[in-house]
């Protein structure tokens, strides 16, 4: 059983900053890739960040300079500060892992419950 548990979220004014913190727990062995996406009403739900367990990060074009993902691999927990916050960036933000449980497996892609973010003008 994993389970992946999303917090920070909140009300914010433009310009403001917030971090989010995504926390996996659970029967783990293993954890690639872990990231953020983020679904606007009526909008698709897209990637905003992600970062591999090496290190490696990649992001939405229209985030690029604003956010800022990290993880702490002892604590399976990764992290989205974000930045210069605009309306546009209102969302249900989502946290994703890749969580293998055992060494046998192959990794499942897990998704957090999600959090509410609202920028006002």
């Known amino acids: 059983q994993v389970q992946v548990v999303e917090s920070g979220g909140g009300l914010v004014q433009a310009g403001g900053s917030l971090r989010l913190s995504c926390a996996a727990s659970?029967?783990?062995?293993?954890?690639?890739?872990m990231g953020w996406y983020r679904q606007a009403p009526g909008k698709q739900r897209e990637l905003v960040a992600a970062?591999?367990?090496?290190?490696?990060?990649d992001y939405a074009d229209s985030v690029k300079g604003r956010f800022t993902i990290s993880r702490d691999n002892a604590k399976n927990t990764v992290y989205l500060q974000m930045n210069s916050l605009e309306p546009e960036d209102t969302a249900v933000y989502y946290c994703?892992?890749?969580?293998?449980?055992?060494?046998?497996?192959?990794?499942?892609?897990?998704w957090g419950q999600g959090t509410q973010v609202t920028v006002s003008s």
């Open positions: 994703n892992a890749l969580i293998s449980s055992n060494n046998l497996s192959p990794p499942y892609r897990y």
């Open positions: 970062i591999t367990s090496g290190g490696n990060t």
């Open positions: 659970g029967s783990i062995f293993s954890i690639n890739a």
